[in-house]
């Protein structure tokens, strides 16, 4: 094995997905507290941006969160018909819809971002969102590698 072959070796084990995980205040950021105070295992890959209501992201927060170094994205929040500003996680929902498929144009593989309903008592629903985004994106690979 030549010290390039050597370095990509390493470099390669060293990678972790970073996940931005922005999380609804009312329900999945207290499912996040929930899993952790309940001592519940999932990959420590997320940084939880918590936000008011689902309802409230802008395409421009994922992207700012690709740019600033995630590899992929987590959007937590409540039920259907659950939503404390009545209906802002699906107007969120429709939003990432077609968010997926402009990224999709721009050649990123839309599915570096997850959807995910979690309430505040559903942590191991929370805590397997984390695990699947992670793994989704590690099989991905760096976005670096598919954003030029
Ligand atoms: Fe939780 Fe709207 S208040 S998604």
Redesign the pocket.
Known sequence: MTTVEKKEVQTKKKWEPQIGAFC????SYAGADLAGTSRIQYPPNARIIRV????RISPEFILASLEMGADGVLVS??HPG????SS??LK?RARLTIMKMAIEQAGINPERIRLQWASASEAQIFADGVTTIVEQVRALGPLRSEWK
Do not use: E, M, V
């Open positions: 609804c205040n009312w329900c008011n209501c689902t309802g929040g409540c659950d939503c404390h500003y802002g996680n969120l």
